[in-house]
């Protein structure tokens, strides 16, 4: 018996791993194992006021800590029986744009690049793509500034709160912003033009077409958050009802918690937002898209690569606006809670896939709280596509090196977020 | 690889002439990594806040964007050192101090969402700066946990060598 073991995943970064068993070529079985220790988070707010819950969820990740917060406050906005005024919500748009070039930024040109270029790691990377990777880290430094610039801070950032903002960005903070966001545009196309030029694997690709969740953002737009999540097959279901299509579940070998949707797999993610809202895109974001898109985005998950450049593009056209309307208005009073018994889910967009935060109040504490990430609802989808990976691979029989690096790059493609998703397979032979 | 533990003679002379030796000519920047919450993980965001008192243009944290950081500080002009500072399992005792220079930063690190410390050692090098990570072996990462005294301990000394370093060369 041979095993192909992966060092490290987790329900946010963290450890865990991934074990193909092989007989032979066969491929017996796949587990994706978690070893983080579960943080519970949920059980850790029992009793905290709202306010002191927003401040502390958002703990659970540093990278995706806007998100984070931007979910809990809208499940406890709901359940608190608040309406936001209309400048936070422009502005929580806002830092949700950041976080996206932020996130992307990193995870397209230095996690997942290096893969299809055929080096080991961004580092090796740097002497034939010097631009690309400063290019990188210009684009990532400059969502960080717009993340500090709306929430405060570049990580865990304090000024998102519920029924407001604590402070909201100054007009020149803004026209910067925007101004720098001009400049960047071709930037962020050179990253979908590096990943547009690859001929994606197709040893992950099934045969029929994939399930993909996603927000739908309101009013028709895209962007990062919604009341109703949107399923690829047509059908869509109000957030408040996320247990009912994410299913989560328990599994002996993780820690993390499990998604299905019909009893199958599901992915969320850049891929399944184009999947579900990429129609709504404007500008040089829907011409790239309507360029790259086919049908093999439904069936490969490499393509979510591709599909977080072209976000990357969208988020940086949608800057300018975003500045703008922040600007147009004036800074309103904070909105006071209209009850303090209730239950609100929050749903967004995290760069990596949709994220649940549901919360039930009782008399102003937190009674309930559930929170579901998108690696989470990713893991078993993940698994298939390894397996598939693995046994393909066997089959043509690619050496042990190939196949990690396949292995590692389907795994990376989900931009889980998980530590060492970077440096995933050690691959051991009986 | 310098043990600050494993000098002889007093420990604190032992890292200063460590810190000396990986120094190159220009001034000294101090990048503190880590995590606060996770008690001795943000030890190096700790001496980097500490440094920021005197330093404000030559020590920066987890909090200033480290990345960003330095791509700014390979844009400057003439030759510079850059100390990254992170809490690292070296497997010896809490408090622990091990100076790594650039040569032996493993350019594989098991990281995800943070860029790595190895990538961005190799645009400073590019750009003619000398860097070394100081890495603190921590005794505790319980959430919420608070330094431990050990590496309270670790945290003053390096803090007051690199200050050392700082003034004589910044």
């Known amino acids: 018996m041979t095993e192909l073991n992966v060092h490290s995943l987790a329900r946010v970064e963290g450890h865990g791993g991934i074990t193909v068993t092989l007989d032979g070529k066969k491929v017996k079985s796949v587990t994706l194992d978690i070893h983080e220790g579960p943080r519970l988070i949920e059980q850790l707010v029992r009793g905290m006021k709202p306010e002191d819950d927003v401040n502390t969820v958002p703990r659970i990740c540093a990278i995706c800590t806007l998100s984070h917060k931007f979910a809990a406050i809208r499940g406890m906005e709901k359940a608190l029986g608040i309406t936001p005024p209309e400048k936070a919500h422009l502005t929580r748009e806002l830092m949700m744009l950041g976080e996206s070039i932020e996130s992307n930024s990193l995870h397209t040109m230095l996690l997942a690049l290096p893969d299809f270029l055929g080096y080991p790691s961004a580092v090796a990377m740097l002497n034939d793509y010097t631009d690309d990777v400063k290019r990188a880290l210009r684009l990532k430094k400059f969502g960080n500034h717009i993340m500090e610039t709306t929430s405060g801070r570049i990580v865990h950032g304090e000024n998102p709160i519920i029924g407001g903002f604590g402070k909201y960005p100054g007009k020149k903070a803004l026209e910067d912003i925007k101004a720098k966001s001009h400049e960047m545009i071709p930037d962020v196309k050179r990253v979908v033009e590096l990943f547009a030029g690859i001929e994606m694997p197709k040893y992950a690709e099934v045969d029929k077409d994939k399930v993909f969740m996603s927000v739908d953002a309101p009013k028709k737009k895209y962007h990062m958050y919604g009341d109703r999540t949107l399923i690829s097959n047509g059908k869509d279901f109000d957030v408040e009802d996320y247990k009912k299509y994410t299913n989560e579940r328990v599994v002996a070998h993780s820690f993390a918690k499990r998604s299905l949707y019909n009893e199958k797999t599901f992915m969320v993610g850049a891929n399944a937002r184009m999947i579900n809202m990429g129609k709504r895109l404007g500008g040089e974001a829907a011409d790239l898209l309507k360029e790259h898109y086919d049908k093999a985005w439904l069936r490969n998950p490499l393509y979510n690569d591709l599909a977080q450049a072209i976000e990357l593009v969208w988020a940086m056209e949608s800057l300018p606006e975003a500045c703008d309307r922040v600007m147009a208005m004036d800074d309103p009073p904070h909105e006071q809670p209209t009850r303090l018994t209730g239950s609100g889910t929050g749903a967004v967009e995290a760069p990596r896939g949709t994220l649940y935060h549901h919360y039930e109040l009782k008399d102003g504490l937190v009674d309930v709280a559930d929170i579901i990430t998108p690696t989470a609802q990713n893991l078993d989808d993940i698994e298939i596509h390894l397996k598939l990976t693995a046994e393909r691979m066997l089959a043509e029989g690619k050496g042990t090196d190939e196949v990690r690096l396949g292995l590692e790059t389907v795994a990376r493609a989900y931009d889980p977020c998980i530590s060492c998703a970077t440096h995933l397979v050690t691959l051991k032979r009986a | ?170």
């Not at chain 2, 990594?33 to 008192?53: H, Q, R, S």
């Not at chain 2, 987890?62 to 100390?83: Q, W």
């Not at chain 2, 330094?147 to 670790?154: D, I, L, R, Y």
């Open chain 2, 1 to 170: 690889m310098h043990k600050l533990r494993h000098t002889p003679g007093d420990p604190e002379e032992g890292l200063r002439a460590a810190l000396e030796g990986v120094a190159g000519p220009g001034p000294v920047y101090v990048l503190g990594l880590g995590y606060v919450d996770k008690a001795d993980d943000g030890a190096g965001v700790l001496v980097a806040e500490t440094l920021k008192k005197t330093f404000p243009r030559f020590s920066y944290s987890e909090h200033d964007g480290v990345e960003g950081t330095v791509l700014d500080i390979s844009e400057r002009d003439g030759p510079a050192t850059v100390f990254f500072v992170d809490a690292t399992e070296l497997h010896e005792a809490p408090g622990t101090v091990a100076v790594v220079p650039r040569d032996m930063i493993n350019d594989r690190e098991i990281t995800t969402h943070r860029v790595a410390v190895a990538l961005m050692a190799a645009i400073l090098e590019r750009s003619g700066k000398t860097s070394a990570v100081i890495c603190i072996q921590p005794g505790t990462l319980e959430f919420r946990a608070g330094t431990s005294g050990q590496v309270s301990s670790t945290i003053e000394t390096l803090s007051r060598v690199l200050h050392h370093l700082m003034l004589k060369q910044n």
